[in-house]
């Protein structure tokens, strides 16, 4: 079972960028597609981003244009570059294989917007 750990969140102002990062366990991260997944403050988890084994990504509306999803397989790596990051992207960011693996969440990493 593969397991996440996610990084690079934090305080930033409307109109401000993040890159987050997320760090795979184990040798079979190439193999999963990713997605990465946001919480915001009472809100259900939702899909914002993911990644096939062959690049292939998808994005949902509120993020398109915005986000970019990547991965970096010898690392066992993926990234969400946050650009024009907007209030309602305030949330916890996590990432997980696409579809996700109940048992791999991790324990995020928070994005705030605010000025």
């Known amino acids: 079972q593969v397991q996440f750990v996610e990084s690079g969140g934090g305080l930033v102002q409307p109109g401000g960028s993040l890159r987050l990062s997320c760090a795979a366990s184990?040798?079979?991260?190439?193999?999963?597609?990713m997605g990465w997944y946001r919480q915001g403050p009472g809100k259900q988890r939702e899909l914002v981003a993911s990644i096939t084994t062959s690049g292939s990504t998808y994005y949902a509306d509120s993020v398109k244009g915005r986000f970019t999803i990547s991965r970096e397989n010898a690392k066992n790596t993926v990234y969400l570059q946050i650009n024009s990051l907007k209030p309602e992207d305030t949330a916890v960011y996590y990432c997980?294989?696409?579809?996700?693996?109940?048992?791999?969440w991790g324990q995020g990493t928070q994005v705030t917007v605010s000025s």
């Open positions: 997980n294989t696409y579809p996700y693996y109940e048992g791999s």
């Open positions: 184990g040798s079979m991260f190439r193999i999963y597609a």
